[in-house]
């Protein structure tokens, strides 16, 4: 029965995390609608995240535990970091390093196990998902200690933190629903991969695309500083 009510929850949360993400990826940014789809996207991924957190524990699945962690890590740490006032260091943000830290670290080693076993799997994955996990948050905790260092971050570097977490949580949203949620209606036998692949791909473009234009943004307004002198 809990596993019942959590799967059907999961689903749920899941589906409304990636209808508001896509929604505030795609719309114009800072406008009434980002804000409204970001805010509907940051609960939903959160419970997402939870309820993804207690199935994995259920079916005894640390590969699930830990993306819905990470999801929760870098969920959070990009909204808190637009919810204050640039160039600000709150408490909590010492505590985003050594989040990030443990899960790269745990990450790791399930990575190592796997490779040590004879079948080559632990808890019944391989090295590769568990390094999945390791590598975004071995390069979020670098940011964290970077934005540590520099007491706050401001202009483009701080809406690139902002984004690229956001949008990688969303990405492991779309994953999770492509491959789960087909298979868990019986429609993956009947869906080539390359289309189960794409909405994650195209995310991913998204990412890469929006990345550009903010460092292209902040390259171009030093170019035209000197020029404006």
């Known amino acids: 029965m809990e596993f019942s009510i959590s799967l059907v929850f999961h689903i749920i949360t899941g589906s409304i995390a990636v209808?508001?993400?896509?929604?505030?990826?795609?719309?114009?940014?800072?406008?009434?609608?980002?804000?409204?789809?970001?805010?509907?996207?940051?609960?939903?991924?959160?419970?997402?995240?939870?309820?993804?957190?207690?199935?994995s524990i259920i079916l005894s699945?640390?590969?699930?535990?830990?993306?819905?962690?990470?999801?929760?890590?870098?969920?959070?740490?990009s909204w808190t970091l637009?919810?204050?006032?640039?160039?600000?260091?709150?408490?909590?943000?010492?505590?985003?390093?050594?989040?990030?830290?443990?899960?790269?670290?745990?990450?790791?080693y399930f990575a190592y196990q796997a490779n040590l076993s004879p079948d080559g799997l632990y808890y019944n994955y391989p090295a590769g998902p568990?390094?999945?996990?390791?590598?975004?948050?071995?390069?979020?905790?670098?940011?964290?200690?970077?934005?540590?260092?520099?007491?706050?971050?401001?202009?483009?570097?701080?809406?690139?933190?902002?984004?690229?977490?956001?949008?990688?949580?969303?990405f492991i949203a779309i994953g999770s629903f492509m491959e789960q949620g087909l298979k868990s209606i019986d429609l993956s036998q009947y869906v080539d991969q390359w289309?189960?692949?794409?909405?994650?791909?195209?995310i991913i473009l998204a990412t890469v695309f929006y990345l550009v234009k903010v460092h292209l943004g902040k390259w171009l307004a030093r170019k035209r500083l000197p020029e404006a002198t």
């Open 19 to 55: 209808i508001a993400g896509v929604i505030a990826l795609f719309v114009k940014k800072g406008k009434k609608t980002h804000r409204q789809s970001g805010r509907w996207f940051f609960y939903s991924m959160i419970l997402m995240a939870i309820t993804g957190a207690i199935l």
């Open 61 to 77: 699945m640390p590969i699930t535990f830990i993306g819905s962690v990470l999801t929760i890590y870098l969920i959070v740490s």
């Open 82 to 108: 637009v919810k204050n006032p640039p160039n600000t260091i709150r408490q909590y943000d010492y505590i985003y390093p050594v989040v990030g830290l443990t899960i790269a670290a745990i990450s790791g």
């Open 130 to 170: 568990y390094l999945f996990m390791a590598v975004p948050a071995s390069i979020a905790t670098l940011f964290d200690i970077r934005m540590l260092i520099t007491k706050g971050l401001k202009g483009p570097s701080r809406l690139a933190r902002h984004l690229w977490r956001m949008c990688f949580s969303l």
């Open 195 to 202: 289309l189960i692949d794409l909405p994650s791909n195209i």
